[in-house]
């Protein structure tokens, strides 16, 4: 049974730092590619962050760009992203997401069950 539990999650200031973690089992991680994804209230869910499992290479979502980054440790099984320069319009639940697939496309199969990230002003 594939599980993905994020945390890290919590209340920030404007201009500070978070760090979410999202520990994978149930999967060979090490051939997964990651992601992360957010979803604010009311509104759709959002693209933040992946990054592949064959080459490493990362994408991000324009509207965090230079500020948040996905990295992974395979020897943990676990995907990070470090959360930099807040603003308030970070705030949403985040999410973790797994892709088993051999060749990446950028659809994932396995989903957390978030953690909140508020950012006060």
């Known amino acids: 049974q594939v599980q993905l539990v994020e945390s890290g999650g919590g209340l920030a200031q404007a201009g500070g730092s978070l760090r979410l973690s999202c520990a994978a089992s149930g999967l060979t991680f090490s051939r997964s590619s990651m992601g992360w994804f957010r979803q604010a209230p009311g509104k759709a869910r959002e693209f933040v962050a992946s990054?592949?499992?064959?080459?490493?290479?990362?994408y991000s979502g324009d509207s965090v760009k230079g500020r948040f980054t996905i990295s992974r440790d395979n020897a943990k099984n676990t995907v990070y992203l470090q959360m930099n320069s807040l603003i308030p319009e970070d705030t949403a639940i985040y999410y973790c997401?797994?892709?088993?697939?051999?060749?990446?496309?950028?659809?994932?199969?396995?989903w957390g069950q978030g953690t909140q990230v508020t950012v006060s002003s």
């Open positions: 997401a797994a892709s088993t697939a051999v060749v990446f496309t950028g659809r994932y199969n396995y």
């Open positions: 990054i592949n499992w064959s080459d490493g290479r990362t």
